[in-house]
């Protein structure tokens, strides 16, 4: 059930300026994109007609402040109407500021404040793996900065000593972590226990190698570097 049809980065840009609606975006949103598309053009195991399928692999954005690209994303894959774009934080809008798992059609978590998405997908895979469903895998996408936030550490130290084979974390390293990390943001995760690949945020062929390069043994990580601005 995995989507194989590409999304055009036309259509993606066009659905991402009916969200915009002469707002303007930063990076937050705009880095997200490349690795949106690869895990739901190549990766993920979900399509409109499984969001409700307890089989299926799990989404989860934790930097929900870079939302537009995920609504812009979804509404390219069919699961929600094109036309929700246009009142996108309206009064009376389902797409809010942050998503909703409530209101928007598969979406998995409410996200608020930064720090909580990974140890909700901690929560989630560890879950799975007491239900004996070894097949879906969890994806959280995170932010650098949020690797500041005590809550992280707790979530990267729990999954590497549980050996939470189900989780795969990507940290968009666009360098706005206020500490930084020894040897980089991959070594928080690989001192716990994790896999870990670093790659370049950009390149859709050394994403897609890393998301799938996890050896089914341990959590894995992916750091996707994207520092152009954008």
């Known amino acids: 059930m995995t989507t194989t049809t590409a999304t055009d980065p036309a259509v993606l840009g066009a659905l991402l ?13 705009y880095s997200t994109l490349d690795v949106l598309q690869v895990l ?18 799990r989404f989860l954005l934790s930097k929900g402040h870079a939302v537009a690209g995920y609504y ?8 929600i109407p094109v036309a929700w774009l246009d009142d996108q934080g309206g009064p009376e809008s389902r797409l809010g500021d942050h998503p909703d798992r409530l209101l928007v059609p598969g979406v998995e978590i409410g996200s608020g404040s930064l720090g909580h998405g ?3 997908g901690v929560g989630t895979a560890l879950g799975l793996r007491a239900q ?31 050996e939470l084979a189900g989780l795969t974390a990507i940290v968009l390293d666009n360098r706005s972590a206020s500490h930084g990390w020894p040897g980089g943001a991959a070594s928080r995760f690989t001192v716990n226990g994790w896999t870990a690949a670093t790659v370049d945020g950009r390149d859709h062929e050394a ?5 799938t390069g996890h050896d089914n043994h341990r959590p894995h990580v992916v750091v996707a570097v994207v520092t152009d601005g954008e």
């Open 17 to 29: 300026d009916r969200t915009r609606a002469g707002r303007e975006f930063g990076p937050n949103v």
């Open 40 to 57: 739901y053009d190549r990766v993920l195991r979900i399509t409109p007609e499984t969001v409700d399928d307890p089989d299926r692999d």
């Open 72 to 79: 812009a994303l979804l509404a390219a894959k069919g699961f």
């Open 118 to 120: 990974l140890g909700l």
């Open 132 to 162: 004996g469903r070894l097949t879906p895998r969890v994806y959280v996408l995170l932010g650098d900065a949020e690797l500041d936030e005590g809550s992280n550490h707790e979530a990267i130290a729990y999954a590497g000593a549980t």
């Open 207 to 211: 994403l897609h190698t890393a998301l």
